[in-house]
């Protein structure tokens, strides 16, 4: 272990997986090592579990389904309150572990945590809130009843863009339902969910209502299918890239799971002429380089209208311009590493093509050591490249000029995926027109951050389907017990 990760603080610092209640080792006692994406050093060792732990973990997570479901939801309610004060009473520790294993900076970690615990905050108030419904009958001798119930076991595989909110929208949601729930972290950044599982224990959550699976890259396809198929498992929900939602999607439909996949997006940024601009770069800015362009809805393809594109392209070089690279854990920094050497590498690959197809580097442009990349603005920017078709995930802020409300919304529908979309207009008209056009699953006029617990978050299209957070969240973990009374 480097220096760094001894300075944090050990209580949440897990470096054995989580199953019922127990931390424990893999049974073939083979272990991966977590990397700091800023200095390529090994942070921490987790086991890598085998495939018949993973299969017992969800053998155990069903026997605690029949304990928890029968817990009042109130009470479910103050356990998952007590995690919620836990994690802000952790927050900078939990912070600092996201900085080291996902890179981002301290700033962005401490949001990220302040953000899953208010995923956790809400459903604990939504715990008690469980209703059913008494519908009208044709008959006056029967009686019809919905109860809403929960699921069972879930099983949940996340990412590591938001190693520890990411999981904290799925769990509060299913712990809140009555579920239990099965958890395997992306091999990237696992010691952010044992941390959760952590604290998740010392709130009083039960053995074996949440469980989280350490498991290596090689086994990531073997434990995926096992998940998706087995017969104790109620539902999958992912997030991660639209080329394993597929694989995931067509394991679930042998095993006929419910699902919720919360797949890749290419966002547009619309810049119309009414826009204020100030306001436009400073979204864009939120919204672009956030973890340093690796969100799913970060701005993807930045539309400007030809009559504001100069000014608002030299506004936008000056502002990246000065934005520092560095390490997350230096509080000069703005833009952290990329999560490996890989994604680096596709980075580099993007601009190559849109150079040769034409686009121009106006700010930026270079790769710094291994997993470093400076913020860049590229100009001119066309359909046949394939930094305008592709999730860039990345740094890299890419310009396209339209002239027509038309073109733009053609354009930025022009897109399998539909997960956000942003534009800036202050012509009330405009505002509504757009909006209805676009056709993706969320929508930010004149501003760029959008998720909040308070608010549907989910896709269309390649983007996938279902919700996190909100009121509706809550039902992505319950079914409708219909039942007909005879009286
Ligand atoms: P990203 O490119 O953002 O890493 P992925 O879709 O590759 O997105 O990964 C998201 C999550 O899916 C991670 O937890 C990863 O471990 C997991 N994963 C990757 N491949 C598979 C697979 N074949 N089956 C199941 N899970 C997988």
Known sequence: MTQNIRSLSTYILMNKAFIN?????????????????????????????????????????????????KISGKERGHILRKWFDLMIKNKEALAALITQENGKTMKESLTEIELGASYIEWFSGEAPRINGDILTSPKREKQLLVFKEPLGVCAFITPWNFPSAMIARKVGPALAAGCTCVLKPS???????????????????????????????????????????????????????????????????????????????????IIFPSADLKKALSGLIASKFRCSGQTCVCANRILVHADIYDEFARLLKEEVGDMPVGPGNDPATDIGPLINKAAADNIEALLEDSVLKGAKVSAGG????????????????T?????????????????????????????????????????????????????????????????????????????????????????????EYLHKKYVCWSV
């Open 187 to 269: 091999e990237e950044t696992p010691l952010s969910a044992l941390a959760l599982a952590k604290l998740s224990q010392e709130a009083g959550l039960p053995p074996g209502v949440f469980n989280v699976l350490t498991c290596s890259t090689k086994s990531n396809s073997d434990v995926g299918k096992l998940l998706c198929t087995h017969p104790l498992i109620s539902k999958i929900s992912f997030t991660g890239s639209t080329k394993i939602g597929k694989i995931l999607l067509s394991h679930c439909s042998q095993g006929i799971k419910k699902t919720s996949m919360e797949l890749g997006g290419n966002a547009p940024f």
């Open 21 to 69: 209640g127990k931390w424990i080792d893999s049974l073939e006692n083979k272990s991966f090592g977590i990397l700091n994406p800023a200095s390529q050093k090994v942070i921490g060792n987790v086991p890598d579990l085998t495939i018949e732990q993973v299969n017992s973990s969800i053998l155990l997570a069903h026997d605690s389904f029949d304990k928890w479901k």
């Open 383 to 475: 359909p046949d490249m394939r930094i305008y078709q592709e999730e860039i995930f990345g740094p890299v802020a890419s310009l396209i000029k339209f002239s027509t409300e038309e073109e733009a919304v053609e354009i930025a529908n022009s897109t399998p995926f539909g997960l956000a979309s942003y534009f800036y207009s202050r012509d009330v008209e405009q505002i509504w027109r757009v909006k209805s056009s676009l056709h993706f699953g969320m929508v930010g006029i004149n501003e760029g951050i959008i998720t909040t617990a308070e608010a549907p978050f989910g896709g269309v299209k390649y983007s996938g389907f279902g919700y996190e957070g909100s009121k509706y969240g809550i039902e």
């Open 366 to 381: 270079k790769r710094l050591g291994e997993t470093f990349f400076e913020p860049t603005v590229l100009q001119h920017v």
